[in-house]
């Protein structure tokens, strides 16, 4: 199985007649991600190589019976797409726009839980979402994912998820699912809730987690794993050598005196009794090792 999203997900794209959402958005077609329309309500029953274009999300929803949408619009029409697409029915929101307001952030993650709270949002500023081989939504590359693996990943940071992706791919171990939340301060989905699915998923036999400096997120995944994982979970937190109160490539990476170093993460996670790597190479190492132990 898979979390979130699977072979039957059926996707529109908020920006498909844009350069990225066009790039993106037709590569995931091209990966197998059923990709059914485009939204722009300035080029409605026009079409992207062949994926026609609606209005608005209510419009394609109606026609194509989208589940699932992929926000790639600049900052100022984030949040509307976001909560157009809630409001259509969607269940599954993918944002992968970087440079949103956190005020923006805030409001729209507010609305969605009193409002729309059967409507899950990945992101803003993330890579999205892939399960190997059966649906790839966002801006990760299918050709670093190896399908019918044991390993679930959850990951703050979009470099290393390719990279740990690409780390267990090239050991023969592949993924159920791989979920980048994306490293802002409001992130749609958390740590926790994607562990709570990899512990549910009856396939994902083990959790490979990727934090980094910043907030409080890789502290309450901890007591999380301390509490209900029973799966193995690895764990690598980028960082080690980040100077305090420097903003580090995003709002979310930013250390407050001791809080949010990536010590004081890794050894919350080891006192939980997550097995927690030095840098992301040992971190795929370590995986191989406990795939190979479940065998």
């Known amino acids: 199985m898979s979390i979130f999203v699977d072979e039957s997900t059926k996707v529109i794209v908020q920006g498909l007649t844009g350069g990225q959402g066009r790039f993106h958005g037709l590569r995931n077609r091209d990966y197998g991600t059923k990709v059914v329309g485009g939204v722009n309500p300035a080029k409605a029953g026009t079409d992207v190589d062949g994926v026609p274009v609606f209005g608005s999300v209510a419009d394609a929803v109606a026609a194509t019976g989208a589940d699932a949408s992929f926000v790639v619009v600049p900052p100022k029409g984030a949040a509307g797409a976001i909560l157009e697409a809630a409001e259509a029915g969607i269940r599954f929101i993918v944002c992968i726009t970087e440079g949103i307001p956190a005020q923006d952030e805030a409001l729209f993650y507010n609305r969605l839980r009193r409002h729309h709270p059967d409507t899950r949002l990945l992101g803003p500023n993330c890579p999205g979402i892939i399960s190997p081989g059966k649906c790839n939504i ?7 994912a190896l399908p019918g693996g044991p390993v679930g990943i959850v990951s ?10 690409h780390e267990l791919s090239q050991q023969g171990v592949g993924q159920t699912t791989c979920v980048g939340i994306g490293g802002d301060p409001v992130p749609g989905t958390s740590f926790i809730d994607c562990l709570r699915e990899f512990e549910a998923d009856p396939d994902t036999k083990a959790v490979m987690m990727i934090g980094e400096i910043g907030g409080s997120a890789e502290e309450e995944a901890a007591e999380f794993i301390e509490a209900h994982m029973s799966k193995p979970v690895v764990c690598y937190i980028a960082g080690v050598t980040a100077p305090p109160g420097r903003k580090m490539g995003h709002a979310g990476a930013i250390i407050s005196g001791s809080k949010g170093t990536a010590q ?3 050894e919350a996670l080891a006192a939980a009794g997550a097995i927690v790597a030095q840098n992301p190479t040992e971190a795929g190492e370590k995986m191989v090792e406990v795939v190979k132990g479940l065998a």
Request: hydrophobic share 35%; net charge positive; charged share 15%.
């Open 264 to 266: 004081a993460k890794m």
């Open 138 to 144: 966002g801006i990760t590359s299918g050709d670093i």
């Open 156 to 165: 703050r940071s979009g470099t290393l998820t390719y990279q740990a992706l």
